[in-house]
């Protein structure tokens, strides 16, 4: 496969806006980064996500449909000089045992808009052969720590509306072969404390965990959260947003503060008990997604894990971007023919690489 400019898009579970980043890849090593933007949802354009979520069709799905291209059409068209896109769009149900997985926005659709290849509906194939369809960015990860040379493996968080884990061996050259990928979803991450301050007090998010700092945490609910089946499960397992609906009545008696402080140390807690699952303890553990430039997290993260827990600024990357690049690595992927996940990060029977190719009509005239 030869060196491409690939633009990769993603729209995650916390529904707060379009990430877009260039990678430079052949699908197997990673040459360089290229520029990165980020396009916010509106409010109004929000609630017609939050819509639409755990359904599988209808006006609401459609709304929301038209919501997610028109925002990635916006963001993508800011860029030149791109070979293709990964168009990973927004996820607004997912059920892999059950009904599948579905993520809104048309790629073919965006290919006419853009005029360029777009590459689309990464998770469908996985899922109709058995796997879970996520997580997706673990042969990403993977490729990172072979160009930080990392010679042990290291563990990369993803802190969105979920966790997801990826425990990678850069000592192995292929991503798909047994050892060199080990990923899943930890638990609730962002989501439930999004949702608790959007309920309670209006607001998006608890900027900077100020309000989880100053709330004390209630030792008991963290303790019967955990006892979910969820968490003694062998992986790969995976999520979706509205995964534990339980979760907000645990702390419903709580003040605002003491159920931030809460939710909080519950997305610790639920990463601290994934560590169990490494294959060998990792040198480094390095956030990414939005849940790192919150410090209540990241120190209530530090205080229950045993190596050095640093957000992926330090081995310089952009922690905002990486799922962004992960569906710019996979997009070139599913373009030659390579896999994009495995039985050990999906539990898929097989690797498979998923993916639609779209392909813009010749322009007419
Ligand atoms: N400064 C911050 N303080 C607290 N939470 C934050 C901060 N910045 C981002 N977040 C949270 O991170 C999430 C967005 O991160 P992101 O990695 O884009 O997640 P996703 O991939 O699920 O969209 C949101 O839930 C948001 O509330
Ligand atoms: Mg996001």
Redesign the pocket.
């Known amino acids: 496969m030869a060196r491409l400019r690939a633009l990769g898009a993603?729209?995650?579970?916390?529904?707060?806006?379009v990430?877009a980043a260039v990678l430079i890849t052949d699908g197997v090593t990673i040459f360089g980064f290229g520029p990165t933007a980020y396009r916010p949802y509106s409010g109004t354009e929000r609630e017609i996500l939050r819509k639409a979520l755990n359904r599988w069709d209808g006006p609401e799905v459609q709304a929301a449909a038209e919501v997610v291209e028109t925002a990635h059409a916006e963001v993508l068209a800011g860029f030149a000089d791109v070979d293709l896109v990964g168009f990973h769009g927004q996820t607004v149900a997912h059920d892999p045992g059950g009904r599948g997985t579905l993520q809104v926005g048309d790629g073919a659709v965006l290919a006419e808009v853009l005029g360029r290849t777009v590459v689309w509906d990464f998770r469908s194939a996985d899922v109709k052969m058995g796997g879970q369809g996520a997580p997706l960015a673990p042969f990403y990860h993977h490729a990172l720590a072979r160009r930080m040379r990392a010679t042990r493996p290291v563990a990369f968080l993803?802190?969105?509306?979920?966790g997801n884990v990826s425990f990678v061996d850069p000592r192995i050259a292929d991503p798909a072969a047994p050892g060199a990928c080990v990923a899943f979803d930890t638990g609730p991450a962002?989501?439930p404390?999004?949702d608790l301050v959007h309920q309670r007090l209006g607001l998006?998010?608890?900027?900077?965990?100020a309000l989880a700092a100053a709330g004390r945490v209630d030792g008991g609910a963290v303790e019967a959260f955990l006892d979910d089946r969820w968490f003694g499960r062998l992986p790969p397992k995976s999520l979706d947003r509205n995964a534990f609906p339980r979760l907000p009545g645990m702390v419903a008696a709580l003040t605002d503060a003491d159920a931030a402080a809460t939710l909080t140390a519950i997305a610790a807690a639920s990463v601290v008990k994934a560590m169990d699952f490494a294959p060998e303890p990792p040198e480094r553990l390095l956030v990414?997604?939005?849940?790192r430039?919150?410090p209540t997290l990241m120190r209530m993260l530090a205080a229950g894990i045993e190596c050095p827990v640093e957000p992926v600024e330090a081995a310089g990357l952009d922690g905002?971007m990486l799922?962004a690049q992960a569906f710019a690595f996979l997009a070139v992927r599913v373009l030659g023919g390579l896999p994009t996940s495995c039985p050990a990060t999906t539990g898929v029977s097989a690797a498979v690489g998923g993916g639609e190719v779209s392909r813009p009509h010749p322009a007419s005239g």
């Open positions: 993603m729209s995650g579970t916390s529904l707060d806006g990430d993803n802190l969105g509306g979920v962002n989501a404390i999004d998006a998010q608890d900027r900077d965990g990414t997604g939005g849940g430039r919150n905002d799922e």
